[in-house]
């Protein structure tokens, strides 16, 4: 089993950063697949971003050139660099590891950009 454990999230006003962090302990073997997806109120769940095992990176489209996915495998952590912040970014923020043919998942860290 894996467990996650998501950190970083918070009230920022629009143009503002945070930075989220999920911890994995537990059954990790060398190579996965770590992301974020988020979950807006009467949304469905979506992909933020998600980083290989080799570092290569996916985004959505709507945070391209604002977010940043980096992960420490000796740590592994996952972390999500969120920067020009939009009220439309505001959503529930789940870690996601996908390891074999297993899908983990993290409670969620809720991010509200508002002023």
């Known amino acids: 089993q894996v467990q996650l454990v998501e950190s970083g999230g918070g009230l920022v006003q629009p143009g503002g950063s945070l930075r989220l962090s999920c911890a994995a302990s537990?059954?990790?073997?060398?190579?996965?697949?770590m992301g974020w997806y988020r979950q807006a109120p009467g949304k469905e769940r979506e992909l933020v971003a998600r980083v290989g095992g080799g570092r290569s990176t996916i985004y959505a489209d709507s945070v391209k050139g604002r977010f940043t996915i980096s992960r420490d495998n000796a740590k592994n952590t996952v972390y999500l660099q969120m920067n020009s912040l939009k009220p439309e970014d505001t959503a529930v923020y789940y870690c996601?590891?996908?390891?074999?043919?297993?899908?983990?998942w993290g409670n969620g860290t809720l991010v509200t950009v508002s002023s």
């Open positions: 996601n590891v996908i390891q074999g043919l297993t899908n983990y």
């Open positions: 537990g059954r990790i073997f060398g190579f996965n697949v």
